[in-house]
């Protein structure tokens, strides 16, 4: 058995820590016993490129932190029982669109496998969006159009309806 935590933001969603970047993530995730945690966010530009420099491919869809990064987080949780945490490349796509006379608004999670998959999935997203505004990118997208847009980024890839906005969201 072990927990996980699939879904959080980045330093660079609305609302969030400063210090919600790799590094202290990983610092709490130790302290909280998750093994396996949500990178969120990862259609982020600036986000993307601190997966890529602080992250190395683990087991299969799952990733680690690089070296000298884990040894940091060793030395900060000192005392606290350490683990083999893991990151799984998440981000939270929140779509508004309309279906016959009706406006519909989605949050999906969707996960990807490996960083190449996650860079298809951008580059999709560019055509479609602006994902420099939040790490929380809205889509004018259809659940269904982004369902096939994430089985198309690669096997392994698989999206989540989350939930549907909040009643004060008109």
Same mark, same amino acid.
């Given at each position: 058995? %072990?927990?996980?935590?699939? @879904?959080? +933001?980045?330093? @660079? &969603?609305?609302?969030?820590?400063?210090?919600?970047?790799?590094? +202290?993530?990983?610092?709490? $995730?130790?302290?909280?016993?998750?093994?396996?945690?949500? $990178?969120?966010? %990862?259609? +982020?530009?600036?986000? %993307?490129?601190?997966?890529?420099?602080?992250?190395?491919?683990?087991?299969?869809?799952?990733?680690?932190?690089?070296?000298?990064?884990? @040894?940091?987080?060793?030395?900060?949780?000192?005392?606290?029982?350490?683990?083999?945490?893991?990151?799984?490349?998440?981000?939270?796509?929140?779509?508004?669109? *309309?279906?016959?006379?009706? *406006?519909?608004?989605?949050? @999906?999670?969707?996960?990807?496998?490996? =960083?190449?998959?996650? =860079?298809?999935?951008?580059? *999709?997203?560019?055509?479609?969006?602006?994902?420099?505004?939040?790490?929380?990118?809205?889509?004018?997208?259809? &659940?269904?159009?982004?369902?096939?847009?994430?089985?198309?980024?690669?096997? &392994?890839?698989?999206?989540?309806? $989350? +939930?549907?906005?909040?009643?004060? %969201?008109?």
């Amino acid at each position: 058995m %072990f927990y996980a935590d699939q @879904h959080i +933001h980045s330093r @660079h &969603s609305r609302a969030t820590s400063r210090d919600a970047d790799l590094e +202290h993530m990983a610092i709490w $995730t130790c302290r909280n016993s998750v093994s396996v945690l949500g $990178t969120g966010n %990862f259609t +982020h530009p600036e986000w %993307f490129s601190e997966i890529r420099e602080t992250l190395v491919p683990a087991e299969d869809g799952l990733f680690r932190l690089r070296d000298d990064v884990q @040894h940091e987080v060793e030395r900060q949780t000192v005392g606290v029982l350490q683990q083999s945490m893991r990151f799984i490349l998440e981000v939270e796509i929140s779509t508004i669109y *309309k279906k016959g006379d009706r *406006k519909r608004k989605v949050h @999906h999670l969707i996960y990807a496998p490996d =960083q190449e998959s996650a =860079q298809r999935l951008i580059q *999709k997203f560019l055509r479609i969006g602006n994902r420099k505004s939040d790490g929380r990118p809205i889509l004018g997208l259809d &659940s269904r159009d982004l369902l096939e847009i994430t089985i198309e980024a690669g096997e &392994s890839c698989y999206l989540v309806p $989350t +939930h549907t906005w909040m009643p004060w %969201f008109p």
